[in-house]
């Protein structure tokens, strides 16, 4: 019985976020990094390298980076790269 407590008490915080490609609202992991939705990110990491891609913001950067390991890992891109789960 007790543990049963434990899980009703675990709590999974989200906030909500609009998908800097197409507009669309979704949720993401308080405190995610995640810049687009999960349909986004799996068209952007189809795309080529840009040839510019070194000189990118670190934050987009960061972003594709995050929708290529989206692509090839699914929901847990997130902890493939920083250590949790998305």
């Known amino acids: 019985m007790?543990?049963?407590d434990k899980t009703s008490e675990?709590?999974?915080c989200l906030e909500l976020k609009?998908?800097?490609r197409c507009g669309g609202l979704w949720?993401?992991?308080m405190g995610g990094k995640q810049i687009y939705c999960a349909s986004c990110a799996?068209?952007?990491a189809d795309l080529p390298p840009?040839?510019?891609e070194e000189g990118i913001?670190?934050?987009q950067a960061e972003a594709r980076m995050l929708a290529r390991n989206f692509k090839r890992h699914g929901k847990n891109a997130?902890?493939?790269t920083e250590g949790r789960i998305a």
């Open 57 to 59: 913001a670190g934050s």
């Open 78 to 80: 997130a902890a493939n």
């Open 2 to 4: 007790e543990e049963k």
């Open 42 to 44: 799996r068209a952007i």
């Open 10 to 12: 675990e709590k999974l």
């Open 50 to 52: 840009s040839s510019v």
């Open 18 to 20: 609009y998908c800097e």
């Open 27 to 29: 949720l993401r992991p």
